[in-house]
């Protein structure tokens, strides 16, 4: 997560990031960027604004606002000192509201949430900001307050994709209110795919979507070229999201129906799809990564020994630019491949989450500062950028300063497809995922049954469970 928090810090100080689509990943020698010199204000401009805050609301309560280190924070501050100025802003405009804010750690945090669900300990927050998969599990313990309210038709116009919306909704209804996203995606080394002739066949225009039958051509150009391919890897579930984005999209197969109580990997276009990827994987355009983990794969690309990579985002990209740089590998950011050229793809997504309480002026009050945090205009667009994350909202427009690989993200946003990360058993259900390519890449059993027996094994998960005695 700390990579994210990066993001914002790179876009503020005009940083190019590697990974551009169409541009060179190392800024000109002797261009240096030069800052202006901040005057320190006077003791009057100190003392008197330069514009009255109008109080939106006299309501008087005290909530608890709980986060984990999402925000970037500005060079040498702590965890929470913007969060801190976040609240005193939101206080000029709601006197009468006293927050309490609390940073939680990622290792310890979600088990010390759950086991307060449990009724282990203290009282929980009124707002949290997390993530869907999170969130839907506290939505369907039963613990927080329905936000069909905020989700207002002017709103909901407004968001870039229906899908992300979906991630919104649990059990009918939406539980959490989006603040940011950003899609994975697949990487090319830029050397490669240039000596080969490949990128000729690649879109290099706005989102830069593609169709199956181009990968399958510029697959064919690196193996011509005796370039390694990229590695289908599927030793353990860390980075599973990728394959499964890729896998399904190459036919335009989906993991779970429309409704989400199936899995049907088994469908012709997922079959298809498997069975494509063996046939390359045979002429050694893709690499069997049935001992490989999605670290392994990231790790070969960023050495420079494979063509492409299936497992990339900003993170990755900030993560490896000192080595990247020492092996002299420039990224080429695509998004996965489709039958129809429109990807469905999996996604990221910051939002915040309101916890039930008897008390209406905390409830209010609590959705008064998610209202605040995610919508004021003297604040969303910098909670956007400092969360590492894009624009959710259409109208937000561009909040990185026209940063061209941020360009990129933000135009893949519209092809954001369904949420599956916040579905009953989801956990217990990539262990099967990572089996069943393992068992397809090594031959053991045929694509049909090796996805007939993903799907029965992965719709158990979907059951409810009995609670213990």
Same mark, same amino acid.
């Given at each position: 997560?700390?990579?994210?928090?990066?993001?914002?810090?790179?876009?503020?100080?005009?940083?190019?990031?590697?990974?551009?689509?169409?541009?060179k990943?190392?800024?000109?020698?002797?261009? &240096?960027?030069?800052?202006?010199?901040?005057? !320190?204000?006077?003791?009057?401009?100190?003392?008197?604004?330069?514009?009255a805050?109008?109080?939106?609301?006299?309501?008087?309560?005290?909530i608890?606002?709980?986060?984990?280190?999402?925000?970037?924070?500005?060079? /040498?501050?702590?965890?929470?000192?913007?969060?801190?100025?976040?609240?005193e802003?939101?206080?000029?405009?709601?006197?009468n509201?006293?927050?309490?804010?609390?940073?939680?750690?990622?290792?310890?945090?979600?088990?010390?949430?759950?086991?307060?669900?449990?009724?282990?300990?203290?009282?929980?927050?009124?707002?949290?900001?997390?993530?869907?998969?999170?969130?839907?599990?506290?939505?369907?313990?039963?613990?927080?307050?329905?936000?069909? /309210?905020?989700?207002?038709?002017?709103? +909901?116009?407004?968001?870039?994709s229906?899908?992300?919306?979906?991630?919104?909704?649990?059990?009918?209804?939406?539980?959490?209110?989006?603040?940011?996203?950003?899609n994975?995606?697949?990487?090319f080394?830029?050397s490669?795919?240039?000596?080969?002739?490949?990128?000729?066949?690649?879109?290099?225009?706005?989102?830069?979507?593609?169709?199956? !039958?181009?990968?399958?051509?510029?697959?064919?150009?690196?193996?011509?070229?005796?370039?390694?391919?990229?590695?289908?890897?599927?030793?353990?579930?860390?980075?599973?999201?990728a394959?499964?984005s890729?896998?399904?999209?190459?036919?335009?197969?989906?993991?779970?129906?429309? &409704?989400?109580?199936?899995?049907?990997?088994?469908?012709?276009?997922?079959?298809?799809?498997?069975?494509?990827?063996? !046939?390359?994987?045979e002429?050694?355009?893709?690499?069997?990564?049935?001992?490989?983990?999605?670290?392994?794969?990231?790790?070969?690309?960023?050495?420079?020994?494979?063509?492409?990579c299936?497992?990339?985002?900003?993170p990755?990209?900030?993560?490896?630019? !000192?080595t990247l740089?020492?092996?002299?590998v420039?990224?080429?950011?695509?998004?996965?491949?489709?039958?129809?050229?429109?990807?469905?793809?999996?996604?990221?997504?910051?939002?915040?989450?309101?916890?039930? +309480?008897?008390?209406?002026?905390?409830?209010?009050?609590?959705?008064?500062?998610?209202?605040?945090?995610?919508?004021?205009?003297?604040?969303?667009?910098?909670?956007?950028?400092?969360?590492?994350?894009?624009?959710?909202?259409?109208?937000?427009?561009?909040?990185?300063?026209?940063?061209?690989?941020?360009?990129?993200y933000?135009?893949?946003?519209?092809?954001?497809?369904?949420?599956?990360?916040?579905?009953?058993?989801?956990?217990?259900?990539?262990?099967?995922?990572?089996?069943?390519?393992?068992?397809?890449?090594?031959?053991?059993?045929?694509?049909?049954?090796? +996805?007939?027996?993903?799907?029965?094994?992965?719709?158990?998960?979907?059951?409810?469970?009995?609670?213990?005695?």
């Open positions: 997560m700390n990579n994210w928090r990066k993001i914002a810090a790179f876009a503020m100080c005009g940083a190019l990031i590697l990974g551009m689509c169409g541009c990943g190392k800024a000109p020698e002797g261009d &240096d960027i030069e800052i202006e010199a901040v005057e !320190e204000p006077s003791e009057a401009e100190m003392e008197e604004p330069e514009e805050v109008e109080v939106v609301s006299d309501l008087e309560a005290s608890t606002w709980w986060t984990y280190p999402v925000f970037v924070q500005d060079e /040498g501050q702590e965890d929470g000192i913007y969060e801190q100025t976040l609240i802003k939101f206080h000029q405009k709601y006197p509201i006293q927050v309490d804010l609390r940073v939680l750690d990622y290792t310890e945090g979600p088990d010390e949430l759950q086991g307060l669900i449990e009724g282990e300990g203290l009282e929980l927050p009124d707002v949290l900001l997390d993530e869907p998969g999170r969130i839907g599990s506290y939505a369907r313990a039963g613990v927080l307050a329905n936000l069909d /309210g905020m989700f207002t038709e002017e709103m +909901t116009s407004d968001m870039v229906q899908g992300i919306l979906s991630a919104c909704r649990s059990e009918g209804a939406y539980v959490m209110y989006p603040l940011s996203g950003s994975y995606v697949m990487a080394n830029r490669m795919i240039e000596a080969s002739g490949a990128i000729e066949l690649m879109n290099r225009e706005g989102a830069c979507t593609w169709t199956t !039958e181009a990968f399958e051509q510029v697959l064919e150009r690196l193996g011509e070229s005796e370039c390694n391919g990229g590695i289908l890897y599927c030793s353990g579930i860390a980075g599973d999201y394959t499964r890729f896998l399904t999209n190459l036919y335009d197969g989906n993991l779970m129906n429309e &409704d989400g109580t199936a899995y049907i990997m088994n469908s012709e276009a997922n079959q298809q799809a498997l069975t494509k990827v063996k !046939e390359w994987m002429k050694g355009w893709i690499l069997n990564g049935s001992g490989s983990s999605g670290a392994d794969a990231v790790s070969s690309f960023v050495q420079g020994e494979n063509s492409f299936l497992l990339w985002s900003l990755q990209a900030l993560s490896n630019a !000192e740089a020492e092996n002299q420039e990224v080429v950011v695509m998004p996965y491949p489709s039958a129809d050229g429109i990807p469905s793809l999996e996604y990221m997504l910051n939002g915040f989450c309101i916890f039930k +309480t008897e008390d209406e002026s905390r409830e209010q009050a609590a959705r008064y500062l998610v209202d605040f945090l995610c919508n004021d205009e003297s604040v969303a667009a910098e909670n956007v950028a400092r969360s590492g994350g894009f624009p959710i909202r259409t109208s937000m427009g561009d909040v990185y300063g026209g940063n061209e690989e941020a360009l990129l933000e135009a893949l946003l519209p092809y954001s497809g369904t949420y599956y990360n916040k579905v009953e058993g989801f956990e217990e259900m990539r262990v099967y995922w990572y089996q069943m390519l393992t068992e397809i890449l090594n031959g053991e059993y045929s694509v049909k049954d090796s +996805t007939d027996s993903f799907v029965e094994y992965a719709n158990k998960t979907l059951e409810p469970k009995e609670e213990e005695e």
